[in-house]
């Protein structure tokens, strides 16, 4: 214990600095100068300064103008609290300083923690959660909005029978699809991006290049049927909900479409953009294949164009960047399809057999026939 030290005296009476030596005792300061030596208890001392890292402490003693004491190693003050427990309650403790800044830098490191907790963990399960329990009106009005700036009327394929033959395939998926909510409507854009959107509420846009890339009728329906398991497992309004603005998250909570327009404007750009997770997207591959197997379509068609997908990737055709985006296509992905595939057996139904395939995915045209 230390109780020896160094420093300035001031009289209060000129801003003269008087060197001396401090003594530490269980009741007071002994102050030793050049003149002589001083007494100073410690209940008559007050602090005004070294409250601070790198702060001089300043004690001080007397009336208006008073005495004061100048030193300038913090570690007076915890040596005084050693030598005075009881009295030196009224100085400041630089171990409650560390111990603020441990505390300080637990909190903030506290604050970081539940932080990143809540981003990663927190706010997927909150959009869970939410989206499990909005109702689909709610959904159909997002979707017919998003749908609305994703393919505008003046931009989709009207070709009639283009638009039979999508909707034909939609309906042979959907009849064996079990107590759904939603109504599927399919919109084809007259666009040359090679992508498919499933939006809330049953929307799905399919874009022409995706269209035309198709060998046949049954590679189309396992486009749709993976797109329609986004919908079904409500994968476009988690991530929504997770990823756009506080007033979408607001809407959701509330069920509130008024501002839909304003909405679907940000949901056709956060579903534009984000990626769905691997969970998502393994989730949608095998009970797409599911579907097509309880609707009698061959999931082979499905395994060839995400087969497509893959090798399209590997010779980095721009084309394909759109749709790998935000629907991933690797290895490990094919032959997961192909396994599940493979467990399917039967009768497979012929899609359109009266008509051309390669002729009608070339029929869009926007505006009219």
Not at 97 to 116: F, P, Q, S
Not at 249 to 256: E, K, N, S
């Given at each position: 214990?230390?109780?020896?030290?160094?420093?300035?005296?001031?009289?209060?009476?000129?801003?003269?600095?008087?060197?001396?030596?401090?003594?530490?005792?269980?009741s007071?300061?002994?102050?030793?100068?050049?003149?002589?030596?001083?007494?100073?208890?410690?209940?008559?001392?007050?602090?005004?300064?070294?409250?601070?890292a790198g702060e001089?402490?300043?004690?001080?003693?007397?009336?208006?103008?008073?005495?004061?004491?100048?030193?300038?190693?913090p570690a007076?003050?915890?040596?005084?609290?050693?030598?005075?427990?009881?009295?030196?309650?009224?100085?400041?403790?630089?171990?409650?300083?560390?111990?603020?800044?441990?505390?300080?830098?637990?909190?903030?490191?506290?604050?970081?923690?539940?932080?990143?907790?809540?981003?990663l963990?927190?706010?997927?399960?909150?959009?869970?959660?939410?989206?499990?329990?909005?109702?689909?009106?709610?959904?159909?009005?997002?979707?017919?909005?998003?749908?609305?700036?994703?393919?505008?009327?003046?931009?989709?394929?009207?070709?009639?029978?283009?638009?039979?033959?999508?909707?034909?395939?939609?309906?042979?998926?959907?009849?064996?699809?079990?107590?759904?909510?939603?109504t599927?409507r399919?919109?084809?854009?007259?666009?040359?991006?090679?992508?498919?959107?499933?939006?809330?509420?049953g929307?799905?846009?399919?874009?022409?290049?995706?269209?035309?890339?198709t060998?046949?009728?049954?590679?189309?329906?396992?486009?749709?049927?993976?797109e329609?398991?986004?919908?079904?497992?409500?994968?476009?309004?988690?991530?929504?909900?997770?990823?756009?603005?506080?007033?979408l998250?607001?809407?959701?909570?509330?069920?509130?479409a008024?501002?839909?327009?304003?909405?679907g404007?940000?949901?056709?750009?956060?579903?534009?953009?984000?990626?769905?997770?691997?969970?998502?997207?393994?989730?949608?591959?095998?009970?797409?294949?599911?579907?097509?197997?309880?609707?009698?379509?061959d999931?082979?068609?499905?395994?060839?164009?995400?087969?497509?997908?893959?090798?399209?990737?590997?010779?980095?055709?721009?084309?394909?960047?759109?749709?790998?985006?935000?629907?991933?296509?690797?290895?490990d992905r094919?032959?997961?399809?192909?396994?599940?595939?493979?467990?399917?057996?039967?009768?497979?139904?012929?899609l359109?057999?009266?008509?051309?395939?390669?002729?009608?995915?070339?029929?869009?045209h926007?505006?009219?026939?």
């Open positions: 214990m230390k109780t020896n030290w160094e420093g300035y005296y001031l009289d209060g009476r000129s801003a003269a600095r008087h060197r001396v030596a401090i003594h530490l005792m269980p007071g300061l002994q102050v030793t100068t050049e003149a002589g030596t001083l007494w100073w208890p410690y209940p008559e001392i007050r602090q005004t300064q070294g409250f601070y001089e402490v300043r004690l001080e003693r007397g009336g208006e103008i008073p005495q004061a004491l100048l030193v300038s190693n007076f003050l915890t040596e005084l609290h050693r030598v005075a427990p009881g009295l030196a309650t009224r100085f400041h403790d630089p171990a409650r300083r560390r111990a603020r800044a441990k505390l300080t830098l637990l909190a903030a490191l506290a604050v970081i923690g539940i932080t990143t907790a809540m981003y963990w927190g706010i997927p399960g909150m959009a869970g959660i939410v989206a499990s329990h909005v109702p689909v009106s709610w959904e159909e009005s997002l979707g017919g909005a998003v749908v609305e700036n994703l393919a505008p009327a003046s931009e989709r394929c009207t070709d009639s029978t283009l638009a039979r033959a999508v909707d034909e395939i939609t309906t042979t998926l959907t009849r064996t699809l079990p107590a759904s909510p939603y599927f399919v919109a084809v854009v007259d666009n040359l991006t090679v992508n498919a959107i499933a939006a809330p509420g929307f799905i846009v399919l874009f022409r290049g995706l269209v035309e890339r060998q046949t009728p049954e590679e189309l329906a396992g486009v749709l049927a993976h329609m398991q986004h919908v079904v497992r409500r994968h476009a309004t988690r991530l929504l909900v997770q990823n756009a603005s506080t007033s998250l607001l809407a959701a909570l509330t069920g509130d008024r501002n839909a327009m304003t909405l404007l940000e949901g056709a750009r956060v579903l534009g953009i984000l990626r769905y997770s691997r969970q998502y997207e393994e989730e949608a591959d095998q009970e797409g294949i599911r579907l097509l197997i309880a609707a009698r379509i999931p082979a068609g499905m395994v060839r164009f995400f087969e497509s997908l893959k090798e399209k990737e590997q010779g980095k055709e721009p084309a394909f960047f759109t749709y790998l985006s935000t629907h991933p296509s690797t290895a094919v032959e997961r399809l192909k396994s599940l595939a493979a467990k399917a057996d039967g009768q497979w139904v012929t359109l057999p009266d008509l051309q395939w390669r002729e009608i995915n070339q029929l869009c926007a505006g009219g026939d």
